[in-house]
């Protein structure tokens, strides 16, 4: 069956910088748009970065030129890079893989930024 499993979360400072990755299995990972959603308590879950199979990307306002999201077709993994992060930015990041029909989600990983 389809998993998606997200590492890298964690407790960081204001201005420090996460990386996290979500390995994907049970899928044809290259034919898949990949992206990162969050969720924090009281909030509706948001889009923060998605990439498609010809790696175009699309960010929230709210990362842009702060966070990156990348993906390796080989390891079938695709990473978000965190940098410069806010309080604000605390929340569950969420994996999900979507395509035509099918969408699969990740457990998730908590990220908390301290002020």
């Known amino acids: 069956q389809v998993q998606l499993v997200e590492s890298g979360g964690g407790l960081v400072q204001a201005g420090g910088s996460l990386r996290l990755s979500c390995a994907a299995s049970?899928?044809?990972?290259?034919?898949?748009?990949m992206s990162w959603y969050r969720q924090a308590p009281g909030s509706q879950r948001e889009l923060v970065a998605s990439i498609t199979r010809t790696d175009f990307t699309n960010y929230a306002d709210s990362v842009k030129g702060r966070f990156t999201i990348s993906r390796d077709n080989a390891k079938n993994t695709v990473f978000l890079q965190m940098n410069g992060l806010k309080p604000e930015d605390t929340a569950v990041y969420l994996c999900n893989a979507q395509y035509v029909g099918m969408n699969y989600w990740g457990q998730g990983t908590q990220v908390t930024v301290s002020s």
């Open positions: 049970g899928l044809i990972f290259t034919v898949y748009t």
